[in-house]
Structures are given as C-alpha cells and as structure tokens.
C-alpha cells in the first residue's frame, strides 16, 4: 500500500514537471537577441515554499507556502504561512500547527542566498507545562527568530530548488515541535 503511494506521488512529480518542461518556448518563438532564453530575466514575483511528507510513525505532512517580491538585484522580501498535521500511530493521537512567517532573502551568488525570518507559529500547549487547575491556554503562540544559508538549483528551466539549513534562536525544548534548533528544508520556488 505505502509503495503505491510513493509510487503515485513521484509519478505525479515527473507528469508536472515534464509539463513544465513542455511549456517554455524556444528563443527564437519567444523573442529576444539569439542565444538568450527570455525567461532568464528577473522576475519580481516569486511563488513556492515547502512540502514534505514523512511515511513513519509519526506520519507528518508539512507545507509552507510562501511569496516574495524582488525587492532590488540581491534582495528578496517575502511572506509565507506555515501547516503540520502529525499523525501518531503509537498513542493514536493527532497534532497540528499552523501559523505564518515574514522573511527576508540576500542572494550575493546565482546559487546562494542567506536568509532570515521571524516565524509564529500556533502550538499545542504541552501537559508536561501545565499543572492542576492551571488556566493557561490549550494552543500558545511561538515566536522564533530564524537565520540561515540556502543553496539554489535551476530545475528545468522554470523550477528552482531550494535547500538550505536553517537554526531557530528561540528554541525550547519542551515547547518547540522541532527536535532541534536546526531545521533543514528542502522547497521550491517558480
């Protein structure tokens, strides 16, 4: 059952991307001098984000949508929203979190940015921080400060592929639904 999964969704993947791939025209229809490919120019607007799936236990998906605008030749501002459904088949319980980014990017290389952001995502409030007859909220706000380097990889022409390493200067242990200060991502932008 899971490989049929994986299978549909990597399926999938190739089907989009080879439509992607069949939608750019060549130079010479596009216009443009010859030899230079009309897509290459910087566009302002730029879509994608992050989406991850874990099969395991706990089964996990993630998605963080997110939009930036060019705001000069190196510099990218940006919002985004953030969703984690987790699915625990141990215990048989659920967890989700959601929330927003802001984030702003410096790309000094074609193939490399650095970023930051400010992260606030909505949790679930730990039992293990609440005692008996405590008022505190079910779900709480997180605020994190985030910093990182990323790597950028031109697919097919009008995919790009983003990965990066990431490191959270707010995070809690007992609070935050990371294992670690450090996150890696893996995403997309068009």
């Given at each position: 059952m899971i490989y049929r999964v994986i299978?549909?969704?990597?399926?999938?993947?190739?089907?989009?991307?080879?439509?992607?791939?069949?939608?750019?025209?060549?130079?010479s229809v596009a216009g443009g001098s010859m030899g230079q490919?009309?897509?290459?120019?910087?566009?302002?607007?730029?879509?994608?984000?992050?989406?991850?799936a874990l099969l395991g236990n706990p089964q996990v998906i993630d998605a963080s949508p997110q939009v930036t605008y060019q705001l000069h030749r190196k510099i990218r501002l940006g919002l985004g929203a953030n969703y984690r459904y987790s699915l625990f088949k141990s215990t048989d319980s659920v967890a989700q979190l959601y929330g927003g980014h802001?984030?702003?990017?410096?790309?000094?290389?074609?193939?490399?940015?650095?970023?930051?952001?400010?992260?606030?995502?909505?949790?679930?409030?730990?039992?293990?921080?609440?005692?008996?007859?405590?008022?505190?909220p079910d779900r709480v706000w997180q605020f994190s400060p985030l910093l990182g380097v990323n790597i950028r990889l031109r697919l097919l022409h009008l995919v790009e592929v983003n990965v990066g390493l990431i490191r959270d200067f707010n995070y809690q242990p007992n609070l935050s639904p990371y294992p670690s200060a450090?996150?890696?991502?893996?995403?997309?932008?068009?």
């Open positions: 299978t549909l969704i990597w399926s999938g993947v190739l089907i989009g991307f080879s439509v992607i791939q069949a939608q750019v025209p060549p130079p490919n009309p897509h290459n120019k910087i566009k302002p607007w730029r879509f994608g984000g992050n989406l991850s802001v984030l702003a990017q410096y790309q000094p290389l074609g193939w490399f940015f650095v970023s930051g952001e400010l992260e606030a995502l909505n949790i679930a409030n730990s039992p293990r921080n609440r005692g008996p007859g405590d008022t505190r450090w996150r890696f991502r893996f995403g997309f932008s068009l």
